[in-house]
């Protein structure tokens, strides 16, 4: 089904009639509506593995991406490190770079350098408001709320040695725009309900807090690309088949693994959940006979597999790894692959990979009550419920994400991967792309080709709502709530 709108929410007044239709289906409906977009499913956006080749003194691009541009303030998150040769006299620099006209113009958002020797943190936020665009205005003003721009990561050594002895390792986590809600302006306080007089000014404190929550969510979302077919080059060896990172969100992936081999060969995959310094496997599959796929629609969507990550094999694992989940923490969630074949005999195009919940309300959210008409225990219990639930959402144990992560570039991979909840599907193609969707893949929809970021309405294509599919041929996509 489409998804749900926004109920509306009324201005009481006082005089007003304090009505069941209005607490139910408005404010109760609100926080509902907010409690689903917490626990909605969603694809992971790719991220490319370390960079550990350059040396150049000029800068290398190590990774694109497109972005929706959500908010006027980017936030960044990588880790980098100069790899020392013979002296310690040696620097990496990096810089992250948004063009507004698909690379024909780049505009620098940050740069930094350093010597350290062992993986540095890098993470924060950034105004485009107040960075210079290098020619007496600022780098928001050529960009605009709501569109895709493509932003680049670029890293080089800084100080190098005579001759080149040092590389320059980075290791991308992710870059986006990131809206947020102001604390006494965008948000207020939720009200104390307490026997007496109503007072119409708590019930649209209410309201005004539930739209505000619903205007700081981001406009689209990101897909999980497959940018790459990977080989298994030795045997008996786990191989990376691709990297995906989020901002924790209970409770479980749901990941599809890509892979195949010759038909008289079996593989095998596994995922593992990171930190910057840990790891865990939390799902090892057994063998599976190959299958020779080679196109995207080829391939079997039966090597999937629902984790939860708070219990059972995967919780234990993690907790005997000494990984702590955490909501709006930082993990990598990287699918591996394996085979006892012989070289080039077992090989993958990727994983989908999506966060899931099984819908657990967090500590102090609770579901709205279910007024009635007739009912008379309208008390200060079940309205202090809803602003308890409103601060779950903002700060507490539900409390939501306003990120739009950009989307790893493909330029010759076999595609993205998508969870249809948004109504358009935002897109940038030089050759016609193609959509495949339905129970097996079995059904198609070419739209037309643009080089420039272009939108699809994919009511009008037939995508069923909460449904995986797929984009081939397309650099980069995302769903989103406008063309």
Known sequence: MPRVHWPA?????????????????????????????????YPLPHVRPPSTYVFQA???TIWTLWGIHASQVAYYRLRVKINYGNDIHRAWAYRIQVSPDNGATWYTAREMWDTNNTYQLEEGTIDLTAVSDGGGGHIADHLTVGRLYKWRLQVRVAVQGDPADCTVHCEPWSIG????????????????????????????????????????????????????????????????????????????????????AWSNETWQWRVKVETDTLSAVVYTSGGITGDEAQ???????????????????????????????????????????????????????GAAVYRVSDNTPGAGYTV??????????????????????????????????????????????????LAHRRRY???????????????????????????????????????????????????????????
């Open 177 to 260: 725009t990131r809206k947020s809600v102001a604390a006494g302006d965008g948000w207020l306080t939720p009200p104390t309900f307490a026997v007496g007089v109503s007072n119409p000014a708590h019930l649209n404190t209410l309201a005004h807090d539930a739209r505000a929550l619903q205007h700081t969510l981001p406009p689209g979302e990101a897909s999980t690309s497959l940018p790459a077919k990977h080989t298994v080059t030795f045997s008996e060896t786990w191989e990376e088949l691709t990297r995906v990172v989020y901002r924790y969100r209970p409770n479980m992936l749901y990941v599809v693994a890509l892979g195949s």
């Open 58 to 60: 000029d800068y290398q």
């Open 295 to 349: 196109e995207l629609e080829d391939y079997s969507w039966a090597n999937a597999q629902m984790i939860n990550l708070t219990s059972g094999a995967a919780a234990t694992a993690l907790a005997a790894a000494g990984i702590t989940l955490t909501l709006g923490n930082w993990y990598r969630v990287v699918v591996e692959i394996y085979t006892t074949a012989s070289p080039g005999r077992a090989w993958g195009i």
């Open 368 to 417: 709205p009550h279910l007024w009635a008409h007739g009912d008379t225990n309208v008390g200060p219990t079940y309205l202090n419920q809803l602003s308890a639930s409103l601060t779950a959402l903002y700060s507490g144990s539900e409390a939501l994400h306003f990120d739009a992560a950009g989307v790893d570039v493909v330029a010759s991979g076999s595609g993205h991967a």
């Open 425 to 483: 599907l935002r897109y940038a193609a030089a050759a016609a792309p193609q959509i495949l969707y339905g129970a097996d893949l079995d059904q198609t929809y070419d739209p037309p080709a643009s080089t420039t970021p272009t939108g699809l309405d994919l009511d009008a294509v037939g995508v069923p709502y909460g449904s995986i599919y797929y984009v081939t041929g397309a650099e980069t996509c995302m769903e989103a709530d406008s063309e």
């Open 9 to 41: 929410q009324p201005q009481v007044e006082s005089g007003t009639v304090f009505s069941a239709a209005m607490l139910r289906y408005a404010h109760g409906a609100a926080i509902s509506w907010l409690h689903g977009e917490s626990h909605a499913s």
